[in-house]
């Protein structure tokens, strides 16, 4: 298709510049959910998915009639200037958005809800633009982007704490500077909006605590490895 690149699953130039490409569907890495929309203007490997900030209106209305879960990083979008997702045009049409862990600089879900509402914000001049899709309120959709639609993006049985869903969950000191003191009522938008990684104590996958007591098991050893790493890789420049 003339003026358009294919990706085939691992972005574009967006991953070490800013990329103003657009893409058709790479096929190979192609999931059913996003293949049925027929559509050529996105990628649906991974990465690229920041083009998706090109759709018109009838394009925006073919994906949400396939029922897409749209892949976005915003934090990488910030971060590389390429531009910001139509996530409210998104969501009005029936598409929910997931984050993917494609930053150059940081790896945050939470961070991703934050910047999915806030680069918005800026874009348009106005306060809670996403709060005003329907009634979940703007914590729980954001939050809801963070964990049961990426769950649902790759047909993993979570992203809810319930019978039947695979016991994946992390867990907040309530005591923490960035959260003490927030009524329970107003506790997931602090946690959307206002929590510190410090605040994150255990977290589980599948059952099992990877996270205990705000430490990996294997930290002192990757951060150790990683320190060699960069120093190796300093002494080479």
Partial sequence: ??????????????????????????????????????????????????????????????????????????????????????????????????????????????????????????????????DTIDDSGLPQRLFDCATRNGAASVGAPGGSLETGSVADFFTVDLDDLSIAGTPPDELLASILFGLSKTAIREVAVNGRFVVEAGRHPMQEGIVSDYNALMRKAEASA
Avoid at 30 to 51: D, K
Avoid at 61 to 67: H, I, L, S, Y
Avoid at 92 to 116: K, Q
Wanted: aromatic fraction near 4%.
């Fill in 1 to 130: 298709m003339p003026g358009k690149r294919i990706s085939h699953g691992r972005g574009g130039a967006g991953n070490i510049s800013v990329d103003t490409d657009e893409y058709v569907d790479g096929l190979k890495y192609s999931p059913p959910r996003l293949t049925q929309a027929r559509h050529p203007h996105y990628s649906t490997g991974i990465g690229g998915a920041g083009n998706i900030r090109k759709f018109n209106a009838d394009e925006i209305a073919a994906v949400g009639r396939a029922n897409a879960i749209v892949g976005a990083c915003p934090t990488t979008e910030r971060n590389l200037g390429d531009g910001i997702l139509p996530a409210d045009e998104l969501m009005r049409a029936g598409v929910r958005i997931a984050f993917g862990s494609d930053s150059l600089t940081l790896i945050d879900p939470l961070e991703n809800a934050r910047e999915l509402e806030y680069n918005l914000r800026l874009q348009k001049l106005e306060r809670a633009v996403l």
